[in-house]
Nanobody
Framework: VQLQASGGGLVQAGGSLRLSCAGS????????MGWFRQAPGKDREFVAG????????KYANSVKGRFTISRDNIKKTVDLQMNSLRGEDTAVYYC?????????????????????WGRGTQVTVSS
């Protein structure tokens, strides 16, 4: 699976952005997917995850109620809608895929669960 993230940019606090991750590879629908982020000087952290068929989602507490992850297995995309953005959301955002062993309704929150990573896309929130 190859992943390509897009949609990052500069936005004012309180604004919205939508990130999209395009996946290639015939087995996309069998991959649990996730979004992670890394702020300057910090470790990469889990943001949101979605199960293979999109039936289950999980969010980091810091984004719960503001971010929504979704996927379209026909288009082979996974999106992250980010609303009510804050300065602390500033980071490079990465999409990730678990290319083997994904259980149909499971969401994975550990970085080490994922073995396919896209290049990051920068999100900068100005206050």
């Amino acid at each position: 699976v190859q992943l390509q993230a897009s949609g990052g940019g500069l936005v004012q606090a309180g604004g919205s952005l939508r990130l999209s991750c395009a996946g290639s590879g015939l087995l996309f629908a069998r991959n649990a997917m996730g979004w992670f982020r890394q702020a300057p000087g910090k470790d990469r952290e889990f943001v949101a995850g979605i199960s293979r068929v999109g039936s289950t989602t999980k969010y980091a507490n810091s984004v719960k109620g503001r971010f929504t992850i979704s996927r379209d297995n026909i288009k082979k995309t996974v999106d992250l809608q980010m609303n009510s953005l804050r300065g602390e959301d500033t980071a490079v955002y990465y999409c990730a895929g678990k290319t083997s062993g994904s259980i149909s309704s499971s969401v994975y929150v550990c970085e080490t669960d994922y073995d396919a990573w896209g290049r990051g896309t920068q999100v900068t929130v100005s206050s």
